[in-house]
């Protein structure tokens, strides 16, 4: 039976609050006190446990995924602990790959992050403001960048690899030049204040009672929703608060940028979510909670990618799940001239729904929130007794319909729940409801200190019922039983009142448990229960008597006959295990006993008796026999047969220089522990003797290891674990402590060449001879066979999962389905059903693999095979090479949808991508979002520079008569007043002179040569010259601003120009390689074979086959004598990964589709099979 290197984690303590992250692959992980602790998501075992760490962990993340689809990597994963260590850990080799501290300066941030090019980099920040970047895999400390104030988290934004936020208590400072290759500089600081002379941008309420009203959802913006930043640097800079309605701005849990939308962050305080547009500097939304309702804790809010929707965390355990939802009413944005009618642009957050609450004590609290994103569906929550609960989210209507036996629906992600917030539609349809469904339950260990006690060994004669169980016992008096070899808990049970001492098997399947409340005491209440591990029963088959002696041990003998129970003031007993009953009570005279063992031999005697009628019976009475010994340094030795104890012998203890304090008995060897470290060992047989001194402290335990020929012992001394060699009387390992590891509170053999360790830190390890071995390979571990994480398994097997989650298109009718056999029945009902669409089975398959990248692209890639097909099936004569491919020309899908009775509820179908993709939506669907911004930022600026900046965006969008209407709010006395008068007059007479744009453009390209780009730019939008005005903007550097404009301003063939210039000089440049952002652009301009090119290059070679199967089952992609190169290139190396993976019938259709050297390898694959 193999046993693996493990560690069972414990409870959690206060600093490991808010370290709980779930990575993309599925696995959740946590801290708990010095380990970090990685649980399966579908199987909500515990997979494994990472032990590296000396001081309790307070930060931890995972790197995410950033492989090629269709590939493997190992996982990392990266932890920080109070003392300033960060270490690095290969989890799917069990190993820390590094170690890394800066002066040990607490850590109180930490991120693993991919570039765009896919290198991996570590990013942590330290106290009091030291920012450091590291190279994980190899150590390098890349750079560092101290700042003047204190600083306690940063965020990444995730639009952005240039900027980056970082939170101080009472400011937030921003680095908009944030590089790998160099230290950031110090940023700009903002103070977080509250802007009362301001008016609310909203009429106000009809009385004082619906003014001061605050729901869970939005309400009528009181002042601490006018939040803003301000520069304490510049002359305007003052926190003005009023003292009775002071908001605590300084009691910020968390800043982390918004998800969804660009330039937004999300500010968490403890009753209040605020979100905060970063163009105007203002607060645009606010969630605030009743007086009554639990407040956040720390790390409470996630913010949701896939949609525009978040989690949050309250201080009762509760999980609350809340949608963006517009703010109904009339939007008046500039008074009475200019003003625009409409629906308004105001959004908040609506709860729908939320999670049972928690009963919270002292003992169990809240600890942190993680929800998977992959399919942003779940949510976990740690508590610090060590449970992680997980919670689904999920549709009522769902399980309603499925009825008691149906297989439920499955829904891949919260994309396919609700619809975009970019669709002009309600996100969550009226008719339907949402609910948290709990799906998960993970325990840990109890409080510690633990006792611990391995099952009898296996032997030839329990082999085939034998269950390799570890008791161990808390100091709550619970016993908990694990399954060594699947690391599984089979049994949890409240046993004891009072923490538990000591623990004996009994039996395979039963054990006795003692404890008491103070072990010092001579006197007190102790409590002995008896425990049948497959029934759950619990005897307390002596009761506890007044004054009585606390019980110090409980021996059971080798045969499992006869137990005896050591008092530490009282005489010891003797009780009969198979009734319980005691036998005898040994007299007040007798020796006070300070060790106790069993002999390993025992007699069997079979005896013949007759009943009062006659009738004869035989039984068999065991004769088993102990030694002790006493506070005298006495050996006693007695023996028990049936009800009869004889007192042997009794000699000195041979060597001993103090009281044994610990014995083992093994065969003919008898070996004796005192207090003064010194270990004896007796030969019985031969009558010899040999001492030695540890030096290590008392000797509290010694253990012969199991197997007749075994000859090692365990010893656990005060300071000290060794593992001796009772043949060679030498030590094979030794693990010191509190050097090495955490003090250790007991030990016991797990196995006979595994080794249990309770550790005071609060878990048991179990380690191999060396005790230099906690983790294991993650492969190795047997209990992963019941998930379906393909990153649990082997590399082979892993491709295997992958190959076989995406479309066959060579067996549609019967797939390949041999390792997704552990995959639920709703999610294989999933993949037969859209078998029939590539497109969504390969998103599908996607959100499966947890590949974000993948997920983006399917996303994307389904979106526009829509819209290519509307728009093809409206052009069909036109020849599928034309314009490269780009089935964008020369109208829009959106031009064609017009020409129908229902246009917009068309258009609506076709505009699903979350405002997180929006750079890659359509341009119709771009700028209505930037309009309802832009809008939306005009409501709730004061004035200054945020004014100035939505004019000039509204002259970008088109949108000239709200610019001059901004324009002319201009105060009189600003500096500015008389150009932006100038401007409004530039404006208003422009569109009604043709004559003007000669000198306009001429005037434009003078400022752009001068220096004066966005004046420059502005002028050639005026006169509808965008394209040139792109054009200059990607010649200075500006190319994200360029594709802004392009498809803002322009039709989607001019659009596509500037976008494919963005694709080929910058995305795909050396210098900046960011070819995945390239490969999601090339989809938005519908430049398929682009697409596969791109692809190609990367050698996502799995990935551009199945996007060619898609566009050929969709009809968007026919193979000409131009991009059959291509094509073929792409099924050729598809062919060999599918043939590497053993997977013939798909390798045979690659190679059918790859031409000449698809046939030659055909070829090499029939010689090689008809060799073998």
Not at 56 to 85: E, Q
Not at 153 to 175: A, H, K, M, T, Y
Not at 745 to 757: E, G, N, P, Q, V
Request: net charge neutral; aromatic share 8%.
């Amino acid at each position: 039976m193999k046993i693996a290197a493990r560690v069972f984690p414990g409870t959690l303590v206060s600093q490991n609050k808010g370290a709980l992250i779930w990575g993309d692959h599925g696995l959740i992980a946590y801290a708990a006190n010095t380990t970090v602790a990685v649980v399966d998501s579908t199987t909500m075992q515990h997979v494994t446990a990472l032990h590296s760490h000396r001081s309790p962990i307070t930060k931890i993340c995972w790197a995410p995924s950033s492989i090629p689809v269709g590939d493997v990597d190992d996982l990392f994963l990266a932890s920080a602990d109070t003392s300033g260590f960060i270490i690095i850990f290969n989890v799917t080799a069990g190993k820390a790959k590094q170690k890394l501290s800066e002066s040990n300066k607490v850590v109180n941030a930490l991120e693993l992050f991919h570039t765009k090019n896919s290198e991996l980099y570590l990013l942590s920040l330290h106290q009091p403001a030291l920012l450091i970047l590291w190279n994980p895999k190899s150590g390098e400390q890349i750079w560092k960048k101290s700042f003047s104030e204190s600083l306690s988290s940063f965020s990444r934004d995730p639009f952005s690899e240039d900027c980056i936020v970082l939170n101080g208590g009472g400011f937030v400072q921003f680095v908009k030049d944030f590089s790998c290759s160099q230290a950031p500089s110090d940023g700009t600081r903002f103070f977080l204040s509250s802007n009362s002379s301001a008016e609310p941008p909203l009429s106000s309420p009809s009385s004082s009672s619906e003014k001061n009203r605050v729901t869970s959802m939005f309400f009528d913006f009181p002042r601490r929703s006018r939040l803003m930043l301000s520069d304490r640097s510049s002359s305007k800079a003052q926190i003005s608060v009023e003292d009775d309605n002071q908001l605590q701005l300084s009691n910020l849990l968390s800043v982390k940028y918004h998800c969804t939308r660009r330039n937004t962050l999300v500010l968490v305080y403890t009753q209040d979510i605020l979100i905060l547009d970063l163009d105007i500097k203002q607060t645009i939304s606010v969630v605030s909670l009743e007086r009554s309702t639990c407040p956040f804790v720390e790390f409470p809010v996630y913010p949701c990618r896939y949609r525009d929707a978040m989690y949050c965390l309250h201080d009762n355990g509760t999980v609350v799940f809340r949608i963006r939802k517009l703010i109904n009413g009339t939007a008046e944005a500039g008074g009475s001239e200019g003003s625009v009618a409409g629906k308004s642009p105001e959004f908040g957050y609506e709860s729908h729904c939320s999670s049972d609450g928690m009963r919270i004590t002292k003992s169990q609290k809240v600890y942190g929130l993680a929800v998977c994103p992959a399919t942003e569906m779940k949510a976990a929550v740690v508590t610090s007794e060590g449970k992680l609960l997980v919670w689904e989210l999920s549709p009522v209507s769902r399980h309603i319909d499925a009825g008691v036996n149906a297989v439920p629906q499955y829904i891949a992600s919260i994309s396919e729940l609700l619809n975009p917030s970019t669709s002009g539609q309600s996100m969550l349809p009226e008719e339907e409801k949402l609910s948290f469904f709990l799906t998960g339950v993970s325990n840990s260990l109890s409080q510690g200190p633990f006792v611990i006690r391995m099952c009898p060994p296996l032997t030839t004669k329990n082999f085939h019922i034998y269950q390799p169980y570890l008791a161990v016992g808390s100091v709550k008096g619970t016993i908990q039983i694990f399954d060594i070899q699947t690391g599984h808990m089979v049994r949890d049970e409240s046993v004891l009142s009072c923490q538990v001492r000591g623990i004996e098997w009994a039996s395979l399947h039963s054990l006795v448990a003692h404890g008491c409340e103070n072990l010092n005491g001579n006197t007190g209440k102790s409590e002995i229960a008896f425990v049948n591990i497959k029934t759950g029963n619990v005897t307390n088959f002596r009761p506890s008597k007044p004054d009585e002696g606390v019980v110090q041990m409980i021996r059971i003998s080798h045969m499992k006959h006869y137990m005896v129970i050591v008092f530490k003031n009282k005489p010891m007993e003797l009780w009969e295990m198979k009734t319980l009953t005691l036998l005898r009570e040994m007299p007040s005279n007798f020796p006070t006993v300070t060790s106790l063992e069993w002999s390993p031999s025992s007699f069997k005697k079979k005896l013949t008796t007759d009943d009062n009628e006659g009738y004869s019976s035989s039984h068999s009475m065991v004769k088993e026999h102990f030694v002790f010994t006493d506070n005298t340094c006495l050996l006693h030795h007695y023996t028990v047969e049936g009800s009869l104890i004889k007192d042997g012998s009794t000699i000195g203890a041979q060597g001993v220089s103090g009281t044994v304090t610990a014995m083992g008995w093994k065969n003919e060897l008898l070996c004796l522990g005192d207090v003064n470290s010194n270990i004896t060992f007796w030969n019985l047989r031969h009558k010899k003797t040999s001492n030695w001194a540890m030096g290590k402290g008392m000797v509290r335990k010694i253990r012969f290891a199991p197997g007749k020929e075994n000859s090692k012992i365990l010893m656990l001394f005060n300071e000290e674990v060794q593992v001796y060699d009772r043949v060679t009387y030498m030590t094979i390992s030794s693990l010191s402590f509190p050097k090495a590891i955490g003090r250790v509170s007991d030990a016991d053999w797990a196995a006979s060449d595994k080794i249990a360790l309770s550790i005071a830190d609060g878990y048991v390890a179990i380690t191999d001879v060396s005790m230099q071995h906690f983790m294991t390979y993650l492969h190795a571990l047997p209990e992963l066979s019941e998930s379906y994480l393909p990153c649990v398994y082997p590399a082979s097997q892993q491709l295997l999962i992958n190959y076989q989650l995406y479309p066959q298109p060579w067996s549609v009718d019967s797939p390949e389905q041999s390792q997704l056999v552990n995959f639920p029945d709703n999610i294989k009902k999933s993949l037969q059903l859209s078998a029939s669409n590539n497109t969504q089975h390969c998103l599908l398959a996607s959100h499966l693999c947890g590949n974000r990248f993948a997920i983006d692209f399917w996303t994307i890639a389904s979106h526009y095979m829509k819209v290519l097909k509307n728009r093809q099936s409206g052009n069909a004569g036109k020849n599928a090479d034309d314009s490269k491919g780009n089935l964008f020309v020369p109208s829009t899908a959106e031009e064609e949808l017009t020409k129908n009775s229902d246009s917009t509820s068309a258009h609506k179908a076709f505009a699903s991508l979350e405002s997180s993709l929006e750079i890659f939506s359509t341009n119709k669907t771009f700028k209505e979002n930037e309009l309802s911004r832009v809008t939306l930022q005009e409501l709730k600026n004061y004035g200054g520079e945020a004014r100035l900046d939505c004019a000039r965006r509204y002259i970008l969008l088109g949108e000239y008569d709200r610019a001059v209407h901004l324009l002319l709010q201009s105060e009189s006395d600003s500096s500015s007043s008389y150009t932006d008068s100038l401007r409004a007059c530039l404006l208003a007479t422009v569109r009604t002179s043709g004559a003007s744009q000669s000198t306009l453009k001429l005037v434009a390209t003078s400022l752009i040569a001068h220096g004066k780009l966005a004046e420059g730019v502005e002028l050639l939008c005026l006169i509808d010259k965008s394209l040139d005005a792109c054009r200059y903007l990607q010649s200075y550097g500006h190319w994200d601003e360029a594709v802004w404009l392009s498809k803002v301003t322009l039709p989607d063939v001019d659009s596509a120009e500037v976008i494919s210039r963005w694709i080929n000089d910058y995305l795909t440049s050396p210098s900046v390689n960011q070819k995945k952002q390239a490969v999601l652009a090339a989809l938005s301009t519908g430049d398929l074979m682009k697409v596969v090119e791109l692809l190609y290059g990367m050698q996502c070679f799995s990935l551009a086959a199945n996007f060619i199967e898609a566009c050929f089952q969709e009809g968007l992609l026919a193979v000409t004598k131009k991009n059959s190169p291509t094509i073929e290139a792409v099924y050729l190396q598809y062919g060999r990964l599918l043939n590497d993976a053993d997977m013939d019938n798909g390798a045979i259709y690659c190679w059918g589709k790859a031409g000449e050297q698809g046939k030659q390898c055909l070829v090499e694959m029939q010689l090689s099979s008809s060799s073998n």
